[in-house]
């Protein structure tokens, strides 16, 4: 079946990195992605990778990619007070194109 | 350029009752999908409206029902509510491409309490 699994939070200090980590099943996913969700806010598409890459990179964000272990971790470069939120991997199902979600890894970053 | 917008905000209901909740897509997109997102976990696909059709559904009752008009924005019809449907019911808009690689702009939400 379909699932994406998650850490629920993470705590780091202003100006660490941050780095939240996700697996999933569908080994058929074509693209992996990362959303944001500020409190009382919907979700906001942060980065995506195409399944035949390894790595993107985008300003802070870097995307890593095992296909072999069906794991995605998302690396946040000097992470700013602005930076805590709620961060969601998700996998667009290659059955029916539907995006599938984790429980969301909270990340609260300390000053 | 005016993003998703959803209305209401917030809402609260009774057990049984019904409600309707709204959906404009972001300029240029024709592809609506929605999300039940409820407290402490990620949001789950209820189904995705394209050509006002129902193209895909997730694993909801069929007390969930919707509708696309023919300027793309959408509805999301819940009967029978009961107090589990409380949630963030989150509307997403994508071009049609974008309906099946996930590139999805969501809306803030809606959020439902049933009481």
């Known amino acids: 079946g379909e699932d994406v699994e998650q850490s629920l939070f993470l705590s780091v200090r202003e100006g660490d990195s941050s780095v939240i980590n996700c697996t999933y099943t569908?080994?058929?996913?074509?693209?992996l992605y990362w959303y944001k969700q500020e409190p009382g806010a919907g979700l906001q598409l942060l980065t995506y990778?195409?399944?035949?890459?390894d790595m993107k990179q985008d300003q802070r964000l870097t995307v890593l990619l095992n296909k072999k272990d069906k794991h995605l971790s998302l690396r946040i470069a000097d992470t700013q007070t602005g930076d805590s939120a709620i961060y969601f991997c998700?996998?667009?199902?290659?059955?029916?194109?539907?995006?599938?979600f984790g429980q969301g890894t909270t990340l609260q970053v300390k000053p | 350029d005016a993003g998703v917008t959803q209305s209401p905000t917030h809402l609260i209901k009774t057990r049984g009752q019904q409600v309707t909740l709204r959906c404009s897509p972001k300029?240029?997109?024709?592809?609506v999908s929605w999300y039940q997102q409820a407290l402490g976990q990620g949001p789950q696909f209820i189904f995705q409206?394209?050509?006002?059709?129902?193209?895909q559904r997730g694993n909801f009752p069929d007390r969930f029902s919707g509708h696309q008009f023919p300027n793309y924005s959408s509805e999301l019809n819940v009967n029978a509510l009961l107090l589990g449907d409380s949630a963030l019911y989150l509307c997403?808009?994508?071009?049609?491409?974008?309906?099946?690689?996930?590139?999805?702009?969501f809306g803030e939400g809606s959020r439902l309490t049933v009481l």
């Open positions: 997403a808009s994508s071009t049609e491409t974008g309906g099946w690689t996930g590139e999805l702009f």
């Open positions: 569908d080994s058929s996913s074509t693209y």
């Open positions: 990778i195409f399944s035949n890459m």
């Open positions: 998700a996998e667009i199902s290659s059955n029916t194109g539907k995006l599938i």
């Open positions: 300029s240029g997109h024709d592809t």
């Open positions: 409206y394209y050509e006002e059709e129902e193209r």
